[in-house]
């Protein structure tokens, strides 16, 4: 099939190179000349794995290509993933699904299936399919299909070819077919359902995914006030299927360029409906305050944090992503630096990305041991792989008096006891 994606953000790019990658012929389309010259000579403009490689593949055998010509005439299906950032009051800033609507219209000259992958407020397809019919030549007729996307920064190409389930949202068999069709080579099961509730799956799914977060971080806290130990407490809730043992993961809350958003976001649609989501609106307060943990636990170690060295070990808001939207690391760099502290960032690739979102008094080293020398505390923000291996040695060796706050449990407590450290964790009794 031959599909048009608009949009080469994170969403649009991964989902443009995995059907390029299942057979389809897909141009990917972005208004950035400068980004589409780059992604065309097969290179990815975000860091994710695997991207790059099925990206280098597909532009050869030519299923892939790029252009910043917004003409949609040769194609069969047309996809939808610009972004719908957050505004001010919560709600999704819809202004750029509005623009690609009007585009499409603008160069349409047969009947054709537009699906929406960018999240967006329930009744939005709606509107969408409204704008394009009222703007295209008066014959034309669309059929619009919701597609939400589950993939996760840092693994979205690996969850686009082994996801859970396929969610595809229709006003009618036509839309279905084809989409089937489209995504038959996942070989993953398919879900339909109509328009609003595809809306309203994807909305609902990270909002309790975040809510599991909040819920066992409210969990930790009882856990460090009675003695438990939040991971044996996971572990122990997890074996029960109707509860399951993932996104239990006690830490310094949710961050990135979804949770956050959506959360907020789902809040704000509630609302609008005369429904006051509170049990939401809590998940975000529990979210918000626990990034803060770091800085307190520091405050409590040391005292006054003017003056004191602090090394930042990890800046993207989640391993193996440089993306560093929402990242815990930039309330708690503000706060260190608004409290005076001496602040030394450190991040396997974020760093580029780190610079623009940090106050600019953070100073950056390449490496962990730079980062750590001479430091009187070191805050662990971000489990990358590197900062999980290191040697506990080097704590002991290269900081006078170690004192290690881990945002996100990244050491077992038996191997933390064997060395010189006082180590403060989430949700675990303190090692001193
Ligand atoms: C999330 C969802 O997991 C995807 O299914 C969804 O498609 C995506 O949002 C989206 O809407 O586009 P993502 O934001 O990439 O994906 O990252 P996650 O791996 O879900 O992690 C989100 C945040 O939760 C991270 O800051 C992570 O550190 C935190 N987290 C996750 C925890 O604090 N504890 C956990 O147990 C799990």
Not at 144 to 164: C, H, K, M, Q, W
Not at 401 to 410: A, F, K, L, T
Request: glycine content about 8%; charged content about 20%.
């Amino acid at each position: 099939m031959r599909i048009s994606v608009i949009g080469t953000g994170y969403v649009g790019l991964v989902t443009g190179v995995s059907l390029a990658e299942i057979g389809h012929h897909i141009t990917c389309i972005d208004i950035d000349e400068a980004k589409v010259a780059m992604m065309a000579s097969g290179i990815s403009p975000i860091y994710e794995p695997e991207l790059e490689h099925l990206m280098e593949k597909n532009i050869q055998s030519g299923h892939l290509s790029f252009t910043t010509e917004l003409h949609f005439s040769s194609a069969d299906v047309i996809y939808i993933a610009v972004g719908t950032p957050q505004l001010p009051d919560g709600t999704s800033d819809l202004q750029y699904i509005e623009q690609a609507s009007q585009v499409i219209a603008r160069s349409l000259t047969k009947d054709t299936i537009v699906v929406t992958k960018s999240t967006v407020p329930v009744g939005t397809n709606h509107w969408i399919k409204t704008l394009i019919e009222e703007a295209a030549p008066e014959e034309i007729k669309v059929t619009i299909v919701s597609n939400p996307e589950f993939l996760r920064e840092g693994s979205a190409v690996y969850d686009t070819f082994n996801g859970d389930r396929i969610v595809i949202g229709t006003e009618n068999n036509q839309g279905r077919e084809i989409l089937d069709d489209i995504n038959a080579s996942f070989g993953l099961p398919i879900y339909h359902t109509d328009l609003k509730s595809a809306e309203m799956i994807k909305y609902a799914s990270n909002a309790f995914l975040a809510t599991k977060i909040s819920f066992i971080n409210e969990i930790s806290a009882i856990c460090e006030k009675v003695g438990a130990n939040v991971e044996d407490v996971a572990l122990g809730m997890g074996k029960d299927n109707r509860i399951g043992d993932k996104f239990l993961n006690a830490g310094i809350g949710y961050g990135g360029s979804c949770f956050p958003k959506d959360t907020n976001a789902l809040v704000q649609i509630a609302g609008n409906n005369e429904h006051d989501f509170k049990l939401l609106k809590s998940v975000i307060e529990v979210n918000n305050s626990q990034r803060m943990k770091l800085v307190e636990r520091a405050r409590e170690a040391v005292g006054d944090l003017s003056g004191k060295r602090i090394s930042l070990l990890g800046l993207s808001f989640k391993p193996n992503t440089d993306d560093m939207r929402e990242a815990a690391s930039i309330p708690i760099a503000q706060e260190l630096v608004n409290q005076g502290a001496d602040v030394v960032g450190y991040d396997p690739i974020a760093i580029p990305n780190a610079r623009s979102f940090l106050p600019e008094e953070v100073q950056f080293k390449e490496t962990i041991e730079e980062t750590l020398r001479g430091a009187d505390v070191a805050l662990i923000i971000t489990e990358w792989e590197v900062i999980k291996s290191i040697d506990l040695i080097t704590y002991t060796t290269l900081m006078t008096s170690p004192i290690v706050i881990d945002g996100r449990n990244c050491y077992s407590l038996d191997e933390v006891r064997r060395h010189p450290i006082h180590y403060i964790s989430i949700g675990r009794p303190e090692v001193q």
